[in-house]
């Protein structure tokens, strides 16, 4: 890395309050705007899709960008990252993701720390955080290896399409899971439902990890030639 612990564990930090703030307040906004949930899913998906090709642009160069804690986890068991700095890591998506939550609540004059009643459980939602968090993870992996000029687009489109394709919204997520917990918004997750959803997201990222170093693993194909006695 170019830039010292500090300055990474500072745009995780920025990072992930940002994400957050873009994902609850744009779901404040759309909530008051239209009754029509749909509508507001809509406007919800938009700006976080949005946002996140700008935050991994920026800030990407300086940390890489994870704003996940399950990201950083991969990249810890690819021995990517040092398993001191992962935890600062996570801490500081934790902390960042939470901050997001107050900065988008003062903006739209709410109580700036509240318990969500929202709930999101069950078998369904749990396939759909583990499919959720293992696209990304094969989106970033794949990229990474491919096409990594195009990993902010390729981030930003996926979580886009996700927030639809799957059942619970695509957190994929831990920060951000742990962060919406503490608004009871368009948004919010009860939390109580967090740690399925952490568990879920932890495992489809595992998953994703696995699969894609087996799939990306380089063969020797090379055939050997074998001289048969008395032929040429």
Not at 211 to 222: A, C, I, Q, Y
């Amino acid at each position: 890395m170019m830039f010292d612990l500090k300055r990474r564990l500072a745009a995780e930090t920025l990072g992930t309050a940002l994400l957050v703030a873009t994902v609850v307040g744009s779901g404040i906004m759309a909530d008051r705007l239209s009754n029509d949930v749909a509508v507001s899913l809509l406007g919800n998906t938009i700006p976080t899709g949005a946002m996140l090709v700008v935050l991994i642009t920026i800030l990407g160069p300086i940390s890489g960008a994870h704003f996940n804690p399950a990201v950083t986890m991969v990249f810890a068991a690819r021995r990517e990252i040092d398993a001191y700095a992962a935890a600062l890591y996570v801490a500081a998506q934790v902390a960042g993701g939470v901050a997001g939550t107050v900065i988008a609540h003062a903006m739209f004059d709410l109580p700036l720390l509240q318990v969500s009643e929202t709930v999101r459980t069950g078998t369904g939602q749990w396939i759909a955080e583990a499919v959720a968090t293992f696209g990304l993870v094969v989106t970033i992996l794949a990229a990474l290896r491919f096409r990594a000029d195009a990993i902010p687009q390729l981030v930003g489109l996926y979580i886009t399409a996700a927030y639809w394709f799957t059942a619970s919204t695509s957190f994929a997520n831990p920060a951000v899971a742990i962060a919406r917990a503490f608004s009871n918004t368009f948004a919010g997750i009860r939390p109580a439902d967090v740690p399925g959803f952490i568990a879920a997201e932890v495992v489809g990222a595992l998953i994703a990890a696995a699969l894609v170093g087996w799939m990306l693993s380089e063969r020797n194909t090379s055939l050997s030639t074998t001289t048969v006695k008395g032929t040429e």
